[in-house]
């Protein structure tokens, strides 16, 4: 079964750092993946991706905070955020890019607090 499991969220103050986590089943090392984020009152949206040869790309609202990379061989995907802002509270989620419905997993929840 195709898995992906998000995890290393928590509550953080404004001004740090946490590296969130994407475990895979496999089979995704020819796809684009991705992290996407959720408020409450927001729809789904992407903010970073990472392409099959590493090429990355940021949403503005996270460039130059965020880092994305992945591991292939240990099929895992990163996210590593810094200077975390209280708008970062979300929750993330990871999936290929474009998303496929199947793959949305929990996702893993981030508070920011001012």
């Known amino acids: 079964q195709v898995q992906l499991v998000e995890s290393g969220g928590g509550s953080v103050q404004a001004g740090g750092s946490l590296r969130l986590s994407c475990v895979t089943s496999g089979g995704f090392s020819s796809n684009t993946m991705a992290w996407y984020r959720q408020g409450t009152r927001n729809r789904r949206t992407v903010i970073a991706t990472?392409?099959?040869?590493?090429?990355?790309d940021y949403d503005e609202d996270v460039r130059g905070r965020f880092t994305i990379s992945r591991d292939d061989a240990k099929n895992i995907l990163v996210l590593e955020m810094k200077d975390l802002k209280p708008e970062d509270t979300a929750t993330y989620f990871c999936?290929?890019?474009?998303?496929?419905?199947?793959?949305w997993g929990q996702g893993t929840h981030v508070f920011v607090t001012s």
């Open positions: 999936n290929v890019r474009p998303p496929l419905r199947e793959l």
């Open positions: 990472v392409s099959p040869t590493g090429y990355a």
